[in-house]
């Protein structure tokens, strides 16, 4: 596909988890980690017949971008220092990027869902009790034709009683439903998403069944999910449900990590590579650089685990161009100012709020205003240009310095993106501040990350991520 046709795709993940050819282990404290397969999100969504443009993918990219970031400041914007607010998982729904296939139940059954670092819940489409009325209860493994978990045939699903200090209490936080008709009825939760979409159904306890990267598989038991019985809006046309990265107690990440030694980490590919390209996430203490090839050296910074929960924060002290420090105010980067910085891989491109941007667009501007503007059609990006003759020594080079002094470097071509048809475009897109910037999973691209939960720090080094 490279050369012929430069499609501008979010990536997806495709989890091909790890299949042994014998019966599943119990998980022994020897087990070192587990890894998923990440897959572009727009293989699920291809059409043999009719297949997206070039130019319809671009803007299902954008679409779900501003969606997602309009919805994270939401989340955001009555935070207050030293307090940890409940925050709605939910209302982070509104891309999906990647999309992961996860094994559920006893005996397990087979899933496509959103992987998403900014949202708490793993859940699934699901089937709790079947309806006569609605003619569901013969329609085995499907629901108006869609796929779902029918928790009827899985003897380790648990419903969590909505009488219990876990619904009432700990569960509150994700939205559980007060009522309570009898003792045993399951805890119920209601989600009513920022872009109209919704999810409703009841929380249980199941397995989730996982390849181990030294080639056994492994039940992970007693995993908060989420039965839903509803799923309203478009996020979920192509998917099963979601599974729940955020940097909070109930999400699977938290879980994963608890089990296996408390980091993950992910390379992903150029979102230029064949559709097919596949990188990974790996969960655990073997979490790691044994799967990529590094091509520098690595660099660590801190992660600001409390800051901006439940997404990942970063402490930026600012952005130079070409060796020289932009002059953009420091209350961009602080929290306690109402700005600060998350890394998100359900994010495409980079935002950056407004003080930040304008200095950041006109600095690289001057770089390519040599090039003809071009003016895409439905696609909000602010400066794109034919790049006929296009010169990539030309490209200045871009780094985020960290508040301890690492610095991160990205790929010229993760902030200059190729769209197609000759043309390029500068890879931001504006934000209102007060508000934070967020790096995207594009200038995320070819970099090893590692997330120690431990230690609090942010490892990166660059990487083909083969």
Known sequence: MRGKLMI?????????????????????????????????????????????????????????????????????????????????????????????????????????????????????????????????????????GKRVFDARLSSSFRPVPCSSQRCKVELMTLFSIATCPAPLTPCAYDYGYADGSAARGVFADETVTVGLTDGRKTRLRNVLIGCSDSYQGSNFDNVDGLLGLANTKHSFAAYAVEKFGRKFS??????????????????????????????????????????????????????????????????????????????????????????????????????????????????????????????????????????DGARFKPHWNSYVIAVGGGVRCLGFLPARFPGVCVIGNIMQQNYFWEYDLTARKLSFAPSACS
């Open 8 to 144: 501008f795709l979010p990536l997806i993940v495709l989890a091909a988890i790890v299949e042994a050819q014998h019966h599943v282990e119990e998980m022994q404290h020897s087990s070192n980690s587990f890894s998923l397969e990440l897959i572009h999100r727009h293989a699920y969504m291809f059409n043999h017949n009719r297949p997206l443009t070039q130019h319809q993918r671009l803007k299902d990219l954008l679409r779900h971008d501003i969606v997602r970031h309009n919805i994270t400041s939401h989340r955001l914007q009555h935070r207050r220092p030293a307090i940890e607010l409940p925050l709605n998982p939910g209302s982070d729904l509104g891309i999906g990027q990647y999309v992961t296939t996860l094994k559920v139940g006893t005996p397990s059954q087979m899933f496509r869902v959103i992987v998403d670092t900014g949202s708490d819940l793993t859940s699934v489409r699901c089937r709790y009790r079947c309806s006569k009325r609605a003619g569901d209860c013969t329609k085995k493994g499907r629901i108006n």
């Open 266 to 403: 992910y390379c992903l590919v150029d979102h230029l590579s064949n559709i097919n390209a596949t990188s990974y996430i790996t969960f655990g203490s073997g979490a790691s650089r044994n799967r990529v090839k590094l091509s520098g050296n690595a660099r660590r910074t801190t992660l600001e685990l409390q800051a901006l929960t439940p997404f990942y924060a970063v402490k930026v002290r600012g952005i130079s161009v070409d060796g020289k420090m932009l002059e953009i105010p420091m209350k961009v980067w602080d929290v306690t100012q109402g700005g600060g910085t998350i890394l998100d891989s359900g994010t495409s491109l980079t935002y950056l709020t407004n003080p930040a941007y304008q200095t950041v667009m006109e600095a690289l501007t001057m770089s390519v205003s040599k090039y003809p503007r071009v003016k895409l059609d439905a696609v909000p990006m602010d400066y794109c240009f034919n790049s006929t003759g296009f010169d990539a020594t030309s490209v200045p080079k871009l780094i985020l310095h960290f508040e």
